[in-house]
DNA sequence: TTTGAATTTTAGGGTTTCCCTAAATTTAAG
DNA sequence: CTTAAATTTAGGGAAACCCTAAAATTCAAA
């Protein structure tokens, strides 16, 4: 099989900042931006990508940025349709703003399962889209019987 | 002020854990039996617990087991309020049997902040017992308002 | 085309959290 | 009293994160 290998929560933050950056909004991924944004030396985003690298979730050119592999993006949709089905939830049913739900779907994501989001899935509709207008990537698991 | 230190997620099973055998099921908390439980040896079970102690949770003498104190007593509580506002949510509305709402909730009450867990309660009526029949303790920030 | 400022990476550490084995201790049952 | 069972101590180890300082590289402006 492919070296796949998991990602760790702070991986995941990683993943999920670098999807939405160049997969989303188009913007060049640079250590110095991702490093304000999760509030961490430079040196450590490099460390970071550099683990990331080696379990194959992405190629990354020295000096020059990094670019998503198919498991990276794989990996990365998986963790955010997890981080929108639960911002779905936690807008629709808890009254929450948009800023709220993000905050606290931020928090959990990486702990949900793919059963219990597929659960809430279903529960809502198969919803395409979270309160912020993104996608919410589909799952094959997530059967819309009925 | 006393000395209340934050608990990591790992001490938070150790809290649930001792919280539920000896003020729910009024069994003697055992290093033996938390091992097996916790799938860990003996030592690492008595090291936490000395961790516990250090932070004020819980009392230990030497070889005879072990007493939350008050303030161990009340983040247990916490903790299982969180555990079981979570349940409700899972069983409720996704249709889930009590076994995997638990398990769920194991995964993410840790992580759920208490305005989360207040804005559950309240979509559901502030519920009293959790799927197993358990008391949901109450916290005096969320309000029955309405 | 050179050069210097900005960005990125390397080198070398450090802390915290969690867990383990082996060797004492202590308890408690016979 | 003695000894088996339970518990604790002693001494480590690995993984996950993060940092500073110094070196390398890029790139844009003279």
């Known amino acids: 099989m492919g070296t796949e290998l ?11 900042l670098i999807y939405r950056k160049q997969c ?12 304000k944004s999760l509030g961490v030396r430079p040196a450590t985003v490099t460390e970071v990508i550099q683990n990331l690298s080696e379990k194959n979730l992405l190629r990354h050119r020295r000096y020059h940025g990094v670019e998503l592999t198919k498991g990276g993006t794989t990996e990365a949709r998986k963790l955010l349709r997890k981080h929108r089905i639960l911002e779905v939830l ?41 309160p912020c207008e993104k996608t919410i990537f589909s799952d094959s698991k997530c059967k819309k019987n009925k």
């Open 6 to 16: 998991s990602v760790t929560e702070n991986e995941a933050r990683y993943l999920k």
């Open 24 to 35: 989303e909004e188009s913007a060049k991924v640079r250590t110095t931006t991702v490093a």
């Open 90 to 130: 936690f807008m629709d049913i808890l009254n929450y703003d948009a800023r709220n739900a993000c905050k606290e779907a931020s928090k959990l994501d990486y702990y949900a399962s793919r059963d219990l989001i597929n659960a809430i899935c279903r529960a809502y509709g198969h919803p395409e889209i979270c």
